[in-house]
């Protein structure tokens, strides 16, 4: 593998990990600090991607497709939270992977229904649309590139939020200790419900990311709830930190493992992975409860 | 006065009555199992779509028997297709079943089909085996034997001198079966053969791989989704101007051009029709698919409207009585219809022997995409498996 080569590839890698944390985030966060398992959080993703594409189709702009797909994905989580899961804090975990798992066919349906079977066109803005030459005579497309720079920035922003807000600590102290930090006067409910439509918004972002590169079409969202909780799983359920890191070993271990690796291995590295990081650190890399 | 008059119609309604009944005959059950949910729905509803409009010629009936068709889904998963299967032909009671588009459902679910004496007609999937050793004198296929369209590309791609061809495609039987074909007429010298996984989002790692490899072509079979997201991000990496990109069917075609856009002009295709193909039943076909459901047709609603017609004209040949097995399998093997492909017949193990086109995205007048028909490659392609099936008598 040629240096330029190298370089491209561990690109594509941490790109992909990006990508993964955005979903990620959403997901640890809402498992760690709701104890809700949420199958459906594919389906804001899902939800995204749609939303940006038929704002991008209506006019033309995606910046107003950012504007408008984030917060109604966000929308969107708040209402199914409020009408449906916040019932199921109390319940098992089977009944939660059953309510959300019927929440999945409900999404697809509801998706059908309006927008039909056909995937639905989603390109990226004219301006990143191409390839951009890099140093070393690197071509990388440009709008990957534009994924890489969002799923920092967001990385970053989370960090701050969750390390040195207010906010923060209160989601620190539900991740960490439940009854606890209710009985210190933080109201749960409100953090739950901001919690769970913050990770809404951090789906939708990703999916509306990954339209343009990937097939804007009903399940969409299936193959990817199973990389984040792949990830969520390794950096340790609750665990923003965790939950970056994961995604980067994922993003570069799947990309250099389908590049190096013959096929029916390359796409086992993400599982293979897993279980070797689970046997040393049962509980992932950044285990937050106890 | 008044009384008789009243039995009067009540006669009239009464003879009315029994000569229909007299008339009506048992329906004829057609049992379309296909892709109906899920990402890949969309190809369902193309295969059915033109079977229910190849239908309509005859007001739905065949061989004077109204027909009623039942729809199941088999959510591209063999399991559940064995189910669906097993209700129609258990409670449904259908006569003879059609419609699986994916290899893996048809081969899970084709020995009860034919263990329970019914017929199948395949619109679509065409896996290797059953055109071979398997071959079965109730098991016909409309669409194609899979290796088929790949056959046609290889021919074309040695012809026209290119060297270092870049082959990728999902790891599974039919990612294989493709392989096997274009190397059967372009040589078994590829510079490249990459499988990847089943359902793959990003192929940013592969497509690094081959620009850093300079291939003169790429050779892909994405179908569905897969297709979408592998044409986006060729596209995006910005080969699509340096590295021409050649296709087989269900990858780049009306039911994912609208996804893919703008990125896909350029592209070639091999395949068995294109909307431009110049024959009667072909722009008849167009022009009614189009008035009927406001699209373009895709190739597999081509091979949902030949299978539709196939079953039609075989059914009228037997007047109806298609428990009369023999007569109806011989009527199958000579059928007489106008196919939308102009050339098709089935050959000696039931799958066609039909001709092969190049055609290439572009838009059409409209500004719509469309795949524009570029030149006949391959005349009267029978497969490669037809010396395998020893066809019981």
């Known amino acids: 593998m040629s240096p330029s080569l190298f370089v491209e590839q561990s690109l594509n890698g941490v790109q992909l990990g990006v990508m993964l944390f955005l979903m990620a985030a959403g997901l640890t966060l809402v498992f760690g600090i709701m104890n809700l398992i949420n199958l459906a959080h594919g389906s804001l993703y899902m939800a995204g991607a749609f939303f940006a594409a038929t704002v991008f189709q209506l ?3 995606f910046t107003l497709a950012v504007l408008v797909a984030v917060p109604a994905s966000a929308l969107v989580g708040a209402f199914v939270e409020w009408a449906v899961l916040r019932r199921f804090y109390q319940r098992s975990h089977l009944d939660q992977v059953l309510v959300t798992f019927g929440l999945i066919l409900v999404f697809n349906d509801v998706v059908r229904m309006i927008w039909g079977v056909v995937p639905v066109p989603l390109s990226p803005p004219d301006a990143l649309s191409g390839p951009v030459h890099l140093f070393g005579g690197v071509e990388y497309p440009a709008f990957r590139l534009a994924i890489l720079a969002v799923g920092a920035l967001v990385a970053l922003g989370l960090y701050i939020v969750v390390s040195h807000t207010r906010v923060g600590m209160w989601i620190r102290a539900g991740a960490s200790d439940r009854p606890m930090a209710s009985a210190l006067g933080v109201d749960v409910e409100l953090v739950f419900s901001l919690v769970f439509s913050a990770g809404a918004a951090l789906a939708g972002l990703a ?5 343009p590169i990937t097939a804007v079409q009903v399940g969409m969202g299936e193959p990817i709830l199973i990389l984040a909780l792949v990830v969520t799983v390794i950096g340790g359920i609750g665990s923003i930190r965790g939950a970056f890191v994961a995604a980067l070993i994922i993003g570069i271990g799947d990309t250099f493992g389908r590049v190096l690796l013959p096929p029916a291995l390359g796409s086992m590295v993400i599982f293979m992975l897993m279980a070797a990081i689970l046997a040393w650190r049962p509980k992932g890399l950044f285990p937050v409860h106890g | ?34 892709s109906m949910s899920g990402p890949e ?8 779509d033109a079977f229910n409009l190849a239908l309509k010629d005859k007001n739905n009936t065949m061989g004077g028997r109204p027909v009623q068709v039942v729809v199941g889904d088999d959510q591209v998963k063999p399991d559940v297709g064995r189910a669906v299967v097993d209700k129609m032909i258990d409670s449904d009671k259908v006569d003879l079943l059609t419609g699986i588009n994916f290899s893996n459902v048809l081969l899970a679910v084709i020995k009860p089909i034919l263990d329970s004496g019914k017929f199948y007609i395949s619109p679509n999937a065409g896996p290797s085996q059953l055109a071979g050793k ?3 004198p109730h098991l016909f ?13 290889g021919k074309y791609m040695k012809e026209k001198g290119f060297k270092k061809i870049y082959f990728m495609a999902p790891n599974y039987p039919a990612g294989k079966d493709m392989l096997t074909g274009f190397k059967r007429y372009f040589g078994d010298a590829m510079q490249a053969e990459v499988f990847t996984a089943m359902g793959q989002l990003d192929y940013s790692a592969e497509i690094a791989q081959l620009r850093a490899a300079k291939p003169d072509a790429v050779v892909m079979f994405y179908p569905g989704g897969m297709g979408i997201n592998f044409t986006k991000q060729y596209a995006q990496a910005g080969l699509m101007k340096d590295i021409p990109l050649y296709t ?6 009306q039911t994912t051009l609208g996804a893919i856009g703008d990125a896909a002009i350029g592209m070639y295709t091999g395949a068995m029709w294109s909307e431009f193909l110049d024959n009667p039943a072909s722009k008849k076909f167009d022009a009614d698919f189009e008035a009927a459901y406001k699209r373009i047709p895709s190739q597999y609603a081509a091979q949902g409207y030949d299978t539709g017609h196939v079953i039609q004209a075989a059914v009228d040949a037997v007047g109806g009585k298609i428990d009369d097995k023999a007569a109806f399998q011989k009527a199958l093997e000579n059928v007489k219809f106008d196919s939308v492909r102009g050339n098709f017949k089935f050959n000696t193990n039931h799958f066609p022997i039909q001709d092969y086109y190049l055609v290439q995205v572009e838009k059409d007048a409209k500004g719509r995409l469309v795949s524009a028909l570029k030149q006949k490659i391959m005349s009267n392609l029978a497969d490669a498996y037809v010396g395998d099936c020893q066809m019981p008598k």
Not at chain 2, 14 to 31: C, D, W
Not at chain 2, 248 to 253: F, S
Request: charged share 15%; proline share 3%.
């Open chain 2, 248 to 253: 087989g069917p269900g990858t780049v075609d």
């Open chain 1, 59 to 61: 006019t033309d702009s």
């Open chain 2, 1 to 34: 006065m008044k009384h008789s008059f009243r039995i009067a119609v009540l006669a009239g309604v009464a003879a009315t009555f029994a000569a229909s009944a007299a008339r009506a005959q048992t329906p004829l059950k057609i049992g379309f199992v296909s």
């Open chain 1, 207 to 211: 999916g509306l990311m990954a339209g």
């Open chain 2, 141 to 153: 296929s409309v669409g194609f034997q899979n290796d088929n369209n790949f056959e046609g590309l």
């Open chain 2, 41 to 48: 729905g969309v190809i369902g509803r193309d295969l059915l």
């Open chain 2, 134 to 136: 398997q071959c079965n």
